[in-house]
């Protein structure tokens, strides 16, 4: 018998993609004794944007910080389940947490540039935390890839000595990117980098991340349905039930998730009739 595979397979398999495989198995986890988390399972693929989306409170921002191993450094936080990076659990015995953070990269909510540091200092600052060292030659061929990827080079590259913090903040949230991809990661975490941006700096994001996709494997939070249907090629649907802790109701293919939820509750968000 002849196995199709989903659209989005089949279009990452017409590109040549990079990134990594990132695999949640059975992810529990709590603060302190409230459980916030309930064996969370996904499967992550290069190539496929994963837009994690729900109401507040489900435990979205919470499962993208575990992939990172953010989630372990705040007091009281504790985890179950495996985090497989390219099959390796990077919570298993011998993993380093500057390894993780290397290869996994974080965008936030709200930009956050150095403000009073440069441009191009901000790009490279990745480099100094993880110990690159790279010559003065290297560094500008670095902020120039990594500008240029982040659709942000054409808009600066004739005031790199500017303060990061001089630029607007849909250039800001750029300029994050950028410096994310500094380090050269194979997976990028964002946790709604949009929403605090208008509507034609939200436009160029998205476009930036439909021109990653294929470099480096990208999870972002949102709760915007219209930007998850025209970023992602997957969604998993996230729930917390009235005193439960989150968990994911489903996920699939986004067209089928927006167009043919398989769970009522799923369909009800989707629509607009809660969240």
Known sequence: MTTIAPPAQRE???HDVRGAHLDAVDVSAWFGTKKVLERVSLSMDPGVVTALIGPSGCGKSTFLRILNRMHESVPGAQLAGEVRLDGTDIYGPGSRLIDTRKQVGMVFQKPN????????DNVAAGLRLTGTKVDRRARAEIVE???SRAGLWSEVKDRL??????LSGGQQQRLCIARALAVE??????DEPCSALDPSSTRRIEETIAELR?????????HNMQQAARVSQQCAFFLAEQGQPGGIVESGETDRIFGDPRDRRTADYVNGRFG
């Open 161 to 166: 000595g500017d303060a990061g913090g001089a």
């Open 113 to 120: 540039p150095f403000p009073t540091m440069s441009i191009a």
């Open 214 to 222: 294929y470099d480096v494997t990208i999870i972002i939070v949102t």
């Open 145 to 147: 890839r990594c500008l």
């Open 185 to 190: 990661p194979s997976v990028l975490l964002m």
């Open 12 to 14: 990452s398999a017409a």
